[in-house]
C-alpha cells in the first residue's frame, strides 16, 4: 500500500461540487479494501497520516470516501501523468523523519486486504448537476462497455445527461471514465442526504423520463461487458485540504 500511496495516492467518485465544471479533471485514485475486523483500527491510522499533514501544513489534498463493501477510496487531484512520478510525502517524510512516517504507514498497511490504483478522469460535459454539500450519501454505478464500443458507448452517456436535463430530473449524475489501472469503463456517481433522499430523486428522475428511459436503457445493455452498483458515503474526517492562509 505504501509503494502505492506514495506513487498515486488514494476513486475517484466521491468529489464535491467545488470541481471544475467546464473541463475535465484527473485523479489518481486508490482503492483501499480493508478487512473488517481492521476498519476501526485503519480508520485511526489515516486519521493519523491527516493529523501529521495538518500539522506539518502539507499543501496536497485528497477526497476520501467508503463504499458498502469495506472499501475506502481516495482521490488526489493530478494534472497530468508526470504528476504519478512525484513522491507527495517527501516533504512530510523530512519533516517527521523516515521512521515515523514508516510506522504511519505500517499502521495503516496491517488493515488492508489489497489495494488498487488507478487514474481517472471527471468528465463535465457527460455529467448533470453537482451534489450539494451536505449530499453524503453516494449511488455508484459501474459500467463496462465491450471492447471497440468506445464511440458509442459515449454517444450513449451524451443521450443519457440529454434525457436528463430535459426533463429536469432531479437526480443528477458525474460521470469518471477510468484512463489507467483498473478495468476501463465508467462510473456514474450520484448523490442524496441519505439513501432515502437519493431513491426519491430517481422516482421522481424515472417518473419524468419513462419510456425514453427504458428504451435507452435496452440499447445501453447491447454494448455492455458487465456492470454493477455500491453504495457509498463521503467521509470528510479522512479528506485532507491545507487549510486556507
Request: aromatic content about 14%; overall charge neutral; hydrophobic content about 40%.
Amino acid at each position: 500500500m505504501k509503494k502505492n500511496l506514495t506513487s498515486l495516492l488514494l476513486l475517484l467518485l466521491f468529489a464535491s461540487s467545488s470541481l471544475a465544471q467546464d473541463a475535465p479533471s484527473m485523479f489518481a485514485v486508490y482503492e483501499s479494501h480493508v478487512k473488517p475486523s481492521m476498519n476501526a483500527a485503519y480508520r485511526d491510522a489515516v486519521k493519523k497520516l491527516k493529523a501529521s499533514c495538518q500539522q506539518q501544513k502539507m499543501t496536497f489534498s485528497w477526497f476520501a470516501g467508503s463504499l458498502d463493501d469495506n472499501t475506502y477510496v481516495y482521490l488526489v487531484p493530478i494534472k497530468n501523468f508526470s504528476d504519478l512520478d512525484k513522491n507527495m510525502f517527501s516533504e512530510l517524510e523530512t519533516k517527521i523523519g523516515k521512521d515515523a512516517l514508516a510506522g504511519q504507514w505500517q499502521a495503516i498497511d496491517k488493515c488492508v486486504e489489497y489495494g488498487i490504483s488507478s487514474v481517472a478522469l471527471y468528465v463535465p460535459s457527460m455529467s448533470y448537476l453537482a451534489p450539494a454539500a451536505d449530499d453524503y450519501f453516494r449511488n455508484v454505478f459501474y459500467w463496462f462497455p465491450e471492447t471497440g464500443k468506445e464511440a458509442e458507448a459515449d454517444k450513449l452517456v451524451a443521450e443519457w445527461i440529454k434525457l436528463y436535463s430535459g426533463k429536469k430530473s432531479p437526480n443528477g449524475v458525474q460521470t469518471y471514465k477510468t484512463v489507467f489501472g483498473g478495468e476501463g469503463g465508467y462510473v456514474f456517481v450520484g448523490w442524496g442526504k441519505n439513501k432515502v433522499d437519493y431513491e426519491a430523486k430517481v422516482q421522481k428522475g424515472n417518473e419524468l423520463t419513462g419510456d425514453e428511459a427504458a428504451k435507452l436503457w435496452a440499447r445501453t445493455l447491447l454494448i455492455a461487458r458487465k456492470y454493477y452498483t455500491k453504495e457509498g458515503w463521503i467521509e470528510n474526517e479522512l479528506s485532507y485540504s491545507p487549510a486556507p492562509n
